[in-house]
């Protein structure tokens, strides 16, 4: 039912730490709860795989038991966004919700850089496609095609003269 080889590694752990006289329990113990996460994970991944899209839902209401995984986005550019991905107890992984905060830190770290009139954060600035998104984790690989169908409204400028701005004045930097 466990992962074997994280169950495998906690049993061990708790073998010796049986036999020592000051043993660390706290290992023993983030080594079984992280066997018990991985099956959990496993499942969750299996229900996101059999639907083909990306999840999407609200968590506001939603009692998170333990720690959310992160996944890595990285953008055709080269920019990668790190950020959790806030999950409800036996429902896929919620990375709907996670690729937007991405967009949002995505867009936040542009305004800094550029700071041409810009906001800290501005829906004007223009988001590239998604390259890759990985959960860290467990390794999975998303569906690049799926985030990217599934983000392109959210990626878009709301104001498309502002944005080319923005994008000249990057490049002009660039060339200094």
């Given at each position: 039912?466990?992962?074997?080889?994280l169950?495998?590694?906690?049993?061990?752990a708790?073998?010796?730490?049986?036999?020592?006289?000051?043993?660390?329990?706290r290992?023993?113990?983030?080594?079984?709860?992280?066997a018990m996460?991985?099956?959990?994970?496993?499942?969750?991944r299996l229900k996101?795989?059999?639907t083909?899209?990306?999840?999407?839902y609200?968590v506001?209401r939603?009692?998170?038991l333990?720690?959310?995984?992160?996944i890595?986005?990285?953008?055709?550019?080269g920019?990668?966004?790190?950020?959790?991905?806030p999950?409800?107890?036996?429902?896929?992984?919620?990375?709907?919700?996670?690729l937007?905060?991405?967009?949002?830190?995505?867009r936040?770290?542009?305004?800094?850089q550029?700071?041409?009139?810009?906001?800290?954060?501005?829906r004007a600035?223009p988001?590239?496609e998604?390259?890759?998104?990985r959960?860290l984790e467990?390794?999975?690989?998303?569906?690049?095609?799926?985030?990217?169908?599934h983000t392109?409204?959210e990626?878009?400028?709301?104001?498309?003269?502002?944005?080319?701005?923005?994008?000249?004045g990057v490049a002009?930097?660039?060339?200094?």
């Open positions: 039912m466990l992962n074997q080889t169950s495998a590694q906690a049993h061990n708790y073998d010796a730490a049986v036999i020592n006289p000051c043993p660390d329990w290992a023993v113990a983030e080594l079984f709860r992280a996460q991985a099956r959990r994970v496993k499942r969750a996101t795989a059999a083909g899209e990306i999840a999407d609200n506001d939603v009692k998170l333990c720690r959310s995984p992160r890595a986005v990285r953008f055709m550019d920019g990668a966004v790190f950020t959790h991905v999950s409800a107890p036996g429902k896929p992984l919620n990375v709907g919700r996670a937007r905060v991405a967009i949002a830190m995505y936040s770290r542009k305004g800094m550029c700071q041409a009139g810009f906001r800290a954060f501005d600035i988001v590239p998604i390259f890759q998104v959960c467990t390794d999975e690989l998303f569906d690049v095609d799926a985030c990217n169908r392109a409204m990626r878009q400028s709301n104001d498309p003269g502002c944005a080319a701005a923005m994008l000249a002009s930097e660039r060339t200094r």
